[in-house]
């Protein structure tokens, strides 16, 4: 059994799939804290968790066209200006269940919980490819491949690649991280070094990072190439043609109402009911409004924020927890609650998933819609 190293898991976790492991929080317990414990951060692994040595473990780095290879060890990394962000990372197939809803699609089950919010230290990207020779002005390459020490049966490793400008950029804050929540990072989530990629999606975050190359072209992994792409909702998988679909990196809009849970029966106290969920958007965006409404759309009351990092876009990388209190008329025995987030460049989330289902399940990001039951 490859999976017989796995880490143990909080029983908390409630699992889609157990080899290879992939599991969310209930999503109650986000808004609990504006950082999410490492304990109950989801977890989405497409190979059994590799076993790593710390004190021989390696990170290569390569430049196509170049014989050298520059190798670091975990003190070598640790060695660099040390440097945290508080990010997000969401994977593309959050929310999906409620877009299988209008069709079937091919991916994990995942419900609103495939996200969460840490704080990530480690060594700049733009640091070490400096040392590593490489002048991070000259645009002399297009993109950064980053691949894990996981591998399939046929010793392939997960891969993934950004564009190189955002692995540079000093405003990108791409970081070679060891610790997430000041701690080292926990083997479920890439000890002992792991790509972050703020505002990016969760794909190509690289857990167990074991190479970096500096390409002309994109990574030619399976989860680049054929994987973690949006298409038209009529595409089918007779006409899909995945070269069409530019990869995704940063993510839409999104937000989700984490309590009350759908079909719940909520006590109304003085006319009103209490509303409790995540926003967030990709690139660095801020969120700037999040508006909730009990009868489709009539009346829209909008939340307040019970946590928002102070950082302005673009480099505005963690999630948004809100309130938003309610008003409910008097007999009102239940309501369906709905909730839409703006962001700082305005955009908004699609009202509805029938407009953009797509064979995969990601960028699942319409309105999210709870139907509760009132009690007083
Ligand atoms: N990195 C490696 N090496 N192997 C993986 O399977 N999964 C990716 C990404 N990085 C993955 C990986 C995906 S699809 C997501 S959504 C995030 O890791 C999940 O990060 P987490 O498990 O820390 O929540
Ligand atoms: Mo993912």
Redesign the pocket.
């Known amino acids: 059994d490859p999976y017989h190293n796995d880490p143990k898991r909080h029983k908390i976790l409630k699992p889609a799939s157990v080899k290879?492991f992939?599991a969310e929080p209930p999503s109650s317990i986000l808004v609990d804290n504006f950082i999410t414990p490492n304990d109950l951060?989801?977890?989405?692994?497409?190979?059994p968790v590799p076993e790593i040595d710390p004190e021989t473990y390696e990170l290569e780095i390569e430049f196509e066209g170049k014989t050298k290879t520059v190798i670091l060890s975990l003190d070598d990394i640790k060695k660099f200006p040390k440097h945290t962000v508080t990010m997000s990372?969401?994977?593309?197939?959050n929310r999906r269940t409620e877009m299988t809803k209008i069709k079937a699609v091919k991916g994990l089950g995942w419900g609103n919980a495939?996200i969460?919010n840490a704080q990530w230290t480690g060594a700049k990207l733009r640091d070490v490819l400096t040392a590593a020779g490489y002048d991070v002005d000259s645009d002399e390459y297009k993109h950064i491949h980053?691949?894990?020490?996981?591998t399939d049966p046929t010793s392939k490793?997960?891969?993934?690649s950004i564009p190189s400008w955002k692995g540079v950029d000093k405003r990108g804050e791409v970081i070679l991280a060891y610790e997430?929540n000041g701690v080292p990072i926990p083997r479920?989530?890439?000890y002992p070094i792991?790509?972050i990629v703020p505002g990016v999606?969760?794909?190509?975050?690289?857990?167990?990072?074991g190479r970096i190359f500096l390409s002309s072209e994109e990574s030619d992994s399976h989860?680049q190439q054929n994987d973690?792409k949006g298409f038209s909702p009529s595409t089918d998988w007779d006409t899909v043609d995945f070269t069409k679909s530019p990869a995704i990196q940063e993510l839409p809009v999104i937000s989700s109402i984490c309590k009350p849970i759908a079909n719940q029966t909520v006590t109304v106290v003085d006319g009103h009911i209490t509303v409790q969920g995540y926003a967030w958007s990709g690139g660095g965006m801020k969120i700037v409004r999040v508006d909730v409404t009990a009868d489709g759309g009539d009346t829209w009351h909008v939340a307040t924020f019970d946590g928002q990092d102070s950082n302005d876009p673009p480099q505005h990388w963690a999630w948004t927890l809100w309130t938003a209190k309610i008003p409910i008329p008097d007999g009102t025995e239940n309501v369906e609650l709905w909730a839409k987030a703006v962001d700082s460049n305005y955009n908004t989330q699609p009202e509805s998933f029938k407009n953009i289902w797509n064979l995969r399940g990601v960028l699942s990001n319409a309105y999210h819609r709870v139907p509760i039951n009132l009690q007083r």
Do not use: Q, S, T
Request: aromatic share 16%; proline share 5%; glycine share 14%.
């Open positions: 290879p992939n951060f989801y977890v989405r692994n497409h190979l990372i969401m994977c593309a197939g495939a969460g980053f691949e894990g020490l996981d490793p997960y891969g993934a997430m479920d989530h890439g792991r790509a999606v969760g794909a190509r975050n690289v857990k167990w990072l989860w973690y």
